[in-house]
């Protein structure tokens, strides 16, 4: 019996977080949700999910900080960050050598990401 895939996502937006976990669970994932950069490198830590679907713009910690501390913890880690705005081009250098793995841009739709979590996780 083969395990399921768990996915942290990681959003500041309440009804944008519950709304895509509710998703992505209907699509047989376990789902981790996390509020904030900080929460998001603490649960990857517990939990050492495969696939972390992350926002860029968030309080305490953005989304490319805890991408750095999530890779300084596990180079393997696969991470796909999620903006709405234009990239802070030098952290998304730093962010594509350390082998940042996609990027996607709000508004998605449910489809591109189920294609993006099927193809990375």
């Known amino acids: 019996m083969s395990q399921k895939k768990v996915i942290l996502i990681v959003d500041d937006d309440v ?4 709304n895509t976990a509710f998703l992505i ?6 789902v981790i949700m996390a509020q904030n950069g900080a929460d998001a490198v603490h649960k990857y ?3 050492r999910p495969n696939l972390v679907l992350m926002d860029v ?3 305490i910690l953005d989304g490319y900080d805890a991408f ?10 696969k991470v796909i960050l999620i903006t ?7 952290k998304h250098i ?3 050598s350390l082998n940042l793995i996609d990027t996607i841009s709000k508004p998605y739709t449910i489809e591109h990401l189920e294609e993006v979590i099927a193809k990375y996780s």
């Open 84 to 90: 709405a705005y234009a990239h802070d081009e030098k």
């Open 68 to 77: 750095f501390k999530i890779k300084q913890f596990d180079t393997n880690a």
């Open 15 to 18: 009804d944008l977080l519950e």
């Open 45 to 47: 830590k517990e939990t």
């Open 25 to 30: 669970k209907s699509a047989g994932y376990d």
């Open 94 to 96: 730093k962010a594509k």
């Open 57 to 59: 713009r968030m309080p």
